[in-house]
């Protein structure tokens, strides 16, 4: 077969995007998370009676725990094939990408296999996390002044 057909096959059976449609299932499903993660907030703040500070911590690791939950039960693949970055761009992909590759190392053992690997999806994102945090910090200090 021709190189060209080959490539105009491919094309023809590539199934196509639509961007548009992602993209508003990814607004939904954030602002929905953002909702989610408010009404936590106010949840913690109003039950505990503590300052909504201290009940945004409490709403972070609920979401994490959410997350880690949800993939060690199987359902977070399936709800993200729904939702897109609606689910993987806030805490619960972060959440996700530690408890995954965790899980995918438990046979391994505890130290070596699912201490050790961990962080292999996630420490990256951490790493350049905490030099852009750093970066921004000596440039707003330079900027603005201690």
């Given amino acids: 077969m021709d190189k060209n057909k080959y490539k105009e096959l491919v094309e023809r059976y590539t199934p196509k995007e639509n961007r548009l449609y992602n993209g508003l299932i990814a607004f939904i499903i954030g602002g929905l998370m953002g909702v989610l993660g408010q009404f936590l907030i106010d949840l913690y703040a109003s039950l505990l009676s503590i300052p909504t500070k201290e009940a945004s ?31 993987i761009i806030p805490i619960t992909g972060f959440a996700h990408s530690m408890m995954s590759a965790t899980l995918e190392y438990k046979k391994e053992g505890i130290v070596t296999g699912m201490g050790a690997n961990m962080f292999k999806l996630a420490g990256t994102v951490i790493m350049c996390g905490v030099v852009s945090a750093y970066l921004f910090g000596l440039v707003r200090y330079l900027i603005i002044g201690g």
Avoid: Q
């Fill in 57 to 87: 911590t409490l709403m972070i690791i609920t979401l994490v725990f959410l997350g880690c939950f949800l993939t060690c039960l199987g359902f977070f693949d399936k709800l993200v094939s729904f939702a897109r970055c609606g689910l």
